[in-house]
């Protein structure tokens, strides 16, 4: 079953030093984007990126207890098997929506729910500093899920077709909120 999509867009995300240093953030802290779709060094604490291994994707080790094999996917622009290929609304209907470059549903693993609230802005800024990423080669397995599960994962996603605001300049609840949604805190 294929998930409920909207139309693709051509939106064309512009580079800027501010989307730069934002999308950074948001990759790295806020969203930790690194967390998953990068080589971590568990014999350390903490994990940390390993030197190279940032943005390449992993395959989750068994012993978390995913179904089936799950890996999150090479982000970086490299074109052979990292994101290099994608259009900017492909990489923001991956964050946001929970929709692959081809089509399927992401993992619900991925927390494009709470992605979901990311601000257009903050989302270009994102596309703007995986962009930035160096490329890395990394082929990865694709996700293999049980079928059920395989079945229930692909009636999550969901379109967004309105613009996404940011918090109202100056709230600071509201600005607080928006973080802590956006960083699954919940």
Do not use: Q
């Not at 903050?122 to 397995?141: E, F, G, H, K, M």
């Amino acid at each position: 079953r294929k998930p409920v999509t909207a139309a693709p867009s051509s939106i064309k995300v512009e580079t800027t030093p501010a989307r730069l240093e934002r999308g950074k953030y948001i990759f790295e802290v806020l969203a930790d984007c690194a967390g998953c779709h990068s080589e971590r060094d568990f014999s350390r604490f903490g994990g940390p990126v390993v030197a190279g291994g940032l943005g390449k994707g992993m395959v989750f080790p068994p012993e978390l207890g995913f179904p089936g094999k799950v890996a999150a996917p090479n982000i970086t622009p490299d074109v052979a098997t990292g994101a290099g290929g994608w259009t900017d609304d492909m990489l923001a209907r991956a964050i946001r929506e929970g929709i692959g470059h081809d089509g399927r549903a992401l993992y619900w693993g991925m927390w494009y729910r709470s992605f979901a609230g990311l601000s257009d802005e903050d989302l270009a800024s994102v596309i703007v500093y995986l962009r930035a990423l160096p490329p890395v080669r990394n082929a990865l397995p694709a996700t293999l899920l049980p079928d059920e599960e395989r079945a229930a994962n692909a009636m999550s996603p969901r379109p967004i077709t309105e613009p996404v605001p940011g918090p109202p300049a100056g709230d600071s609840r509201a600005l607080g909120r928006y973080l802590l949604g956006v960083a699954d805190c919940a």
